[in-house]
């Protein structure tokens, strides 16, 4: 299967050890797995050290979340993925 995981971005803290966690047990598995988040990550090489793919779509400075949320979805239409999952955080994505 072909699955991206969400979030708002990858750094220290307890939702990217939950992705680092799922996604590596999801490789293991024998899965395609790309963490998508909104800002640079910080732990590329811890993510590519399970075998996850990583895909940044920053938040352009004069998108609204509409565009982005359409950008989104056709990243996610070309991708082909079969299953998405969302990680949310405290963090509130621009309104």
Request: charged share 15%; net charge positive; hydrophobic share 45%.
């Amino acid at each position: 299967m072909n699955i991206a995981l969400i979030c708002y971005r990858i750094a220290i803290g307890g939702i990217s050890q939950s992705i680092l966690n799922l996604g590596g047990y999801l490789v293991a598995q024998g899965h395609e797995v790309t963490v998508v988040s909104f800002k640079n990550s910080e732990l590329s090489a811890r993510l590519a050290g399970v075998g996850l793919r990583d895909a940044c779509l920053p938040i352009g400075r004069w998108e609204s979340a509409v565009q982005h949320a359409r950008r989104l979805a056709r990243f996610l239409e070309k991708g082909k993925f079969d299953v998405v999952m969302v990680f949310l955080g405290g963090v509130n994505l621009p309104g």
